[in-house]
């Protein structure tokens, strides 16, 4: 499994629908995007994710702190 | 002593009791539905009702309340207030139970919302019906929580623990992030507690009742407390509070939900972005870091969301007069003359103020005070000044001003180079932006110019005439 925003492979299915088999949760623990499996493709698909809100890992690493 | 709401629950009732409730039980998923339907209510204006779902896919008995502040109708009956009141009146009436600040809080021992605890294998993605608002949020969010924290370096102090609306990202089943700036008071606890060199307790409460909400939105000094100003607001009647027993934090009676956890010892963590009530996405930042480590809850608990975007949405509601009420003590504390602030476009980007004019120029003098107070010194990106016969939240009128009593040439002010909010997307760099004034005051001597002797002035009757109609309307 691929994150759909930063491509990074450090993703995992964090959540189960408590009615069965509705939708899993699935988390990036490199940029810490969330998505549910059953989002438009845009959410959740690498390749339909939208240029604009692709991270690289040096978006990631040089976000500016505000505090 | 006026209406007042223990809980969200009770709220509800009484908008349902008013028309200003739809319930949705067809089945919604969390996203697109709950999001998309946040946007449409707000385009519905200044009478929106507040919306509940109660069939979301995946859960079986979860309940989504969204738009709870969402038009005037419902923050005029959060006040206890006919649902036809005026912005002004509300202004006004917002004004005059500060002056009750402050009015101790009220101590329990139980809550509801000790019901259920959840103190192992904590998953938020489960128990609660957290969801995307806009489609390109870095996660799903928790955006209209009360925040509880308090001053590590003074603990004890009741007036220093702050009670505040901050947006939080959850990122893992038990992990969030959570936004703050050093001008907000959990921006001072975060470095007051990372230079003791310890994490911080943090409780989140979840679906409270409308007032606390509005107090925890509202720009009060650092030692002031979010809960006696809720007491002033609900017309002298003590907030009820309870201890959270793994925090020690003082948490509302009425919450739905309230998390407690710890924010991270010195940890920042990338987080957003989040499309905020600038209209426009916040970028992701380097942001602090919270671990739950209990959950509490109601049974069958309301979780409540706030839609935020283009503006309006309910954001603008829940951020306006009590933004423009402190704006106008403020104000007024040095110049009497103020008759009345509008802070509310954009949290105060836009800030409209009607006074007395004392002499020529003091319509400008005003002006410059409204952008060094404390909100102003972030948000006070225009300033509109009109005369005191104009009302600041009747934009006809504030038009009519601007179009006849500015003459550019004298009256638009720039003033480079100022400090703002980093989230305006038209600073630059992000943080610095010009100031504009508007004077559309009347000029008066010594700044003598135009033709403004003879303005048409109607039969004094005709306020009675207004009264007649506005009561024959109700």
Known sequence: MTCPRCRSTEVSTVAHSPVAGRWTMSSCSVCWYAWRSTEPAAAIDPDAYPAEFRLTIDDISTAPRLV | MPQHYDDLRGFLDALDAEKQLLHID????????????????????ATAPALLF???????????????????????????????SSIKEQFVELG??????????ERRERAPWQEITIEQDINLFELLPVFRLNPGDGGPYLDKAAVVTRDSADRDNFGKQNVGIYRLQVKGPDHLGIQSAPPHDFGRHIVSADQLHHGMPIAIAIGNDPILTLAAGTPLEYDQSEYEMAGAW?????????????TGL??????????????????REYEGPFGEFTGNYSGGRALPVVTVKRVHMRRNPIFEHLYLGQSWTEIDYLLALNTSVPMHRQLKAEFPEVEAV???????????????VRHGGFGRVVALRALTTPHGIGYSKIVIVVDETVDPFNLEQVMWALSVKVNPEFDAITIPRMYEMALDPSGYPQGVTARLILDATTPRSPDRRGEFSQPVTAYPESADWEKIFREMTR
Do not use: Q
């Not at chain 2, 309230?258 to 010195?266: D, I, R």
């Open chain 2, 54 to 84: 109660d069939n979301i896919d995946g859960f079986s008995d979860a309940r989504v309340a969204l738009n709870v502040h969402g038009s005037w109708a419902n923050h005029a009956l959060m006040l206890g207030m006919p649902k036809t």
């Open chain 2, 342 to 356: 509008n802070a509310m476009y954009t949290h105060g980007l836009v800030t409209i103020i009607s006074t007395r």
């Open chain 2, 96 to 105: 005059e139970r500060w002056l009750k600040f402050p009015v101790r809080a």
């Open chain 2, 26 to 45: 067809r089945p919604v998923k969390p996203e697109p539905d709950l999001g998309a339907a946040g946007r449409a209510v707000a385009n519905l204006g």
């Open chain 2, 234 to 246: 609900r017309g002298g009647a003590p907030y009820p509070i309870v201890r959270a027993p793994y």
């Open chain 2, 250 to 267: 003082d948490v509302p009676w009425g919450s739905e939900i309230v998390l407690e956890g710890e924010v991270h010892y010195a940890d």
